[in-house]
């Protein structure tokens, strides 16, 4: 597969990955206002700082308020990170490597795009419920995966898409926890209120992993929450899994097989992943759950950098200009 | 349904004859649509829209503060060829890419047309498309022109004539086929009912003619795109996804020992023909423009080494010169032996002497191209243009004569089209395609333009024109 190519269907996977999320987490955040007492003042702030935005926000805005908090995660042209930009940088992605998706992967893109686009023009910001037009963006962009799963072929550009995809999950679920467990372990006095128990299903439903808590853990515990997130083998949205198979991904893609390793993106993927294997709870939280989760996002940062030296560096042609003119 | 008055008195209306009767190879689309009501036509051509940007269907135009990616209107009303009108049309289109090949190969080669004086050396000579790089040259089988997109205009008498020959990079043929894909939803049934050809082989037939220039069993082809901001970028991708090839920019291509290679996640990977949608002086800074960023370092003297085949081979620009143009009945005749089955249309050379004075007096009834501009732009409708128009076009012609040609108004033939809630007449041109490989084959179907602004007749996409699918009957 062209290297040009290449790094483009890898940024296709992660501004998918990252669009869904970011409709995820306004549709549950949304949601979970809704459910908040009378008292209690909406909370858009962590949602922003679970972002990484938080900065270019009070930059931009006076206070936290919904209609603010949503225009700046949707559709903020000044947000790089808003969804519209994300659809939009998906898109232009896929349009430049466009011959290489199928038309009907290609056109339900395009349909999401139009879709958010047409948000934006409306002003869904605004709305008094604006919930549904962010399950329809999840939505779309779930039945666009849906899509690809039955009729994109299991070549070298199915690998990037996913190892794009599985590491923007690690990156956005590392960090919604990071934020989150902050703002929430403090309220000891809270512990076992409703509003506690609200917050933390927040929590796991802002990373679909609510259902599957009740069923794998029980009782809402902050410690078993930490687990699902990051070390669970079977949740596809803990940190471990998106590891396990990004190195997958990235194994196929060089032609690994066995132990060992080929490149320096494998090397520091590989690493990474089983630490993250031989690790429980304990290890994770004993030495500050935000320290561990700081160190792993340096990391994944990293592995990112790695698989752009191995993968999409080019060699610029005007070199060999030089050359031949020798 | 049809506008009251419909004129199709003083241009030749494609449906209707000049008597207001339907003309034989409609009458199973109007026995349809009469039936049909202007409601449901008004919805048809919204879900046509609305299916033209979910495909993503754009191109880009410049300079546009209105957003980047526009959409070329599709008009439901197709445009209807007889089968005998176009058995006329393949066969001069192909009589005249025959001969206008054969051009090519003696111009940069034994320069027999000029030494036996049919055509004046300095016209040549002075052609911006012509390349002095490629002198001495036979490209792979001896083809220059493997895909050309002709301008042709049905005139007032009712015969096709040809305006362009557009042998360099003619876009627009992704636009006939998916405009097809979807004027087949439109009208599900009436397709196979009127025997209308297929044109959807395209993508396969091109791919031959690039196979074919290649001498090995499986050759690595690919399209050579300048960029997803080049205003036919969807054309681009749309025919290689279509093709199965790789879709290159110039940046994806390094030339080594004069061999051109693909960078991949792999390695670098040979690379054997190119369809390349960029101009020649762009193709390679070594050995055109120096300024060229879009192209490939290296790659034009691999070219010349045979290492890699081009389509169209650089050069052919030649033949796409507007004062070049004027001489092809008389190239089809000097190398053929045979008279052109399709018609020019006459025109006046401004670098010959006694042309020249003749369209500096007649400014208000010809129109006046640079011979080397496309588009629709550098152009000047006489009859339409002001008084100050006019004198800058004097003032220009008379500095650089040998820039301008002009030619007598045609008046474009019409096809109904849907306007508000009526049809109405409105002019098109037609583009067929031709595909020159081991033989040369005419695609039955072409891109109609149509002018949607009534009365007027530029039809170019960048300057307000739309579409209309084409159909070609087979009986």
């Known amino acids: ?326 | 349904m049809f506008s009251d008055p419909y004129d199709s008195v003083n241009h030749y209306d494609e449906m209707l004859a000049a008597d207001g009767t339907c003309r034989e190879h409609y009458l199973p689309f109007l026995e349809m649509i009469k039936n049909v009501p202007v409601e449901k036509l008004k919805q048809l051509q919204y879900t046509t829209d609305k299916a033209q940007m979910a495909m993503g269907m754009t191109f880009n135009v410049y300079h546009d503060k209105q957003g980047i990616e526009k959409i070329l209107h599709l008009d439901i009303i197709p445009r209807i060829i007889s089968a005998s009108e176009w058995n006329k049309i393949e066969a001069g289109l192909k009589q005249r890419i025959y001969a206008l090949n054969l051009f090519i190969q003696d111009i940069y080669n034994d320069q027999k047309i000029l030494k036996d004086r049919v055509l004046p050396r300095e016209l040549i000579e002075s052609c911006p498309g012509y390349l002095k790089q490629c002198n001495g040259l036979t490209p792979p089988k001896g083809i220059w022109c493997h895909i050309t997109g002709t301008d042709l205009v049905r005139d007032k008498d009712g015969e096709f004539y040809v305006l362009e020959d557009n042998l360099r990079c003619p876009s627009g043929v992704s636009y006939q086929l998916e405009s097809r894909e979807i004027i087949k939803r439109v009208f599900p049934n009436l397709l196979s009912k009127m025997g209308v050809a297929p044109v959807s082989n395209y993508p396969s037939r091109l791919l031959n003619i690039l196979q074919f220039l290649s001498d090995k069993k499986k050759p690595v082809v690919g399209v050579l795109t300048p960029g997803v901001y080049n205003s036919a970028y969807f054309e681009h991708s749309y025919l290689a996804l279509a093709m199965g090839v790789e879709l290159v920019i110039g940046q994806d291509l390094v030339v080594m020992n004069e061999r051109v290679y693909m960078q991949t996640t792999s390695g670098l990977q040979q690379i054997d023909v190119l369809y390349r949608r960029i101009d020649d002086t762009f193709l390679d800074p070594l050995a055109f423009n120096p300024e060229s960023l879009l192209g490939v370092p290296g790659i034009y003297s691999a070219y010349m080494a045979g290492n890699i085949a081009l389509a169209n081979a650089p050069g052919t620009g030649i033949a796409d010169d507007k004062a070049i143009y004027a001489f092809v009945p008389k190239i089809i005749r000097y190398y053929l032996d045979e008279e052109p089955a399709l018609s020019n249309v006459r025109t006046y050379i401004c670098s010959e002497k006694k042309d020249c004075e003749y369209v500096l007096a007649h400014l208000d009834e010809l129109v006046v191209k640079e011979t080397n501009a496309a588009g629709g732009y550098g152009m000047m409708i006489g009859p339409r243009a002001s008084n100050s128009e006019r004198q800058t076009f004097k003032k220009l012609i008379k500095s650089n004569p040998r820039n301008y040609i002009a030619q007598p108004m045609l008046s474009l033939s019409t096809v109904p089209t849907l306007v508000d809630s009526n049809l109405e007449p409105r002019h098109v041109d037609l583009r067929p395609y031709v595909l020159y490989g081991e033989e040369i084959e005419v695609i039955p179907g072409a891109f109609t333009r149509v002018a949607l602004k009534r009365g007027s007749l530029v039809v170019n996409s960048s300057q307000g024109g739309g579409s209309k699918d084409t159909w070609v009957l087979q009986q």
Not at chain 1, 17 to 37: A, K, T
Not at chain 1, 54 to 81: G, H, M, T, V
């Open chain 1, 1 to 326: 597969m062209l290297s040009r190519v290449a790094n483009s269907v890898y940024w296709l996977g992660r501004y998918l990955e990252r669009s869904e999320n970011y409709s995820r987490f306004i549709d549950v955040n949304f949601n979970l206002m809704v459910d908040l007492p009378p008292n209690v003042k909406e909370q858009w702030e962590p949602l922003i700082r679970a972002t990484g935005d938080y900065d270019l926000y009070i930059k931009n805005y006076d206070s936290f308020n919904r209609e603010d908090a949503i225009y700046f995660l949707a559709f903020d042209e000044n947000n790089p990170n808003s969804l519209y930009m994300s659809v939009s940088k998906a898109r232009e992605n896929a349009r430049v490597v466009r011959e290489n998706l199928t038309k009907e992967s290609w056109e339900k893109l395009n349909e999401i795009y139009l879709y958010v686009k047409e948000g934006a023009d409306k002003q869904v910001w605004k709305k008094e419920d604006c919930s549904q037009f962010f399950m329809d963006v999840k939505y779309g962009i779930q039945l666009l995966y849906g899509i690809a799963e039955n009729s994109v072929a299991r070549t070298v550009g199915w690998y990037f898409i996913h190892l794009g995809q599985y590491l923007e999950r690690a990156d956005k679920t590392s960090r919604i926890l990071d934020v989150k467990y902050h703002i929430l372990l403090p309220s000891a006095d809270e512990v076992g209120s409703p509003l506690d128990f609200l917050q933390w299903t927040a929590l796991l439903k802002s990373v679909s992993g609510f259902n599957f808590y009740r069923r794998f853990y029980g009782k809402i515990e902050p410690v078993n929450i930490v687990e699902l997130l990051v070390l669970n083998k079977y949740f596809p949205r803990s940190v471990f899994f998106c590891l396990t198979n990004a190195e997958i991904c990235l194994r196929t893609i060089s032609g690994t097989t066995g132990k060992g390793y080929s490149n320096t993106a494998e090397k520091t993927l590989g690493a990474l992943q089983s630490r993250l294997e031989y690790q429980d709870v304990n290890d994770v939280i004993s030495s500050g759950l935000h320290e561990y989760l700081d160190a792993l996002q340096v990391k994944l940062n990293n592995i990112s950098d790695a698989i752009h030296d191995n993968f999409f560096k080019l060699n610029p042609n005007d070199m060999n200009q030089n050359n031949l003119q020798e």
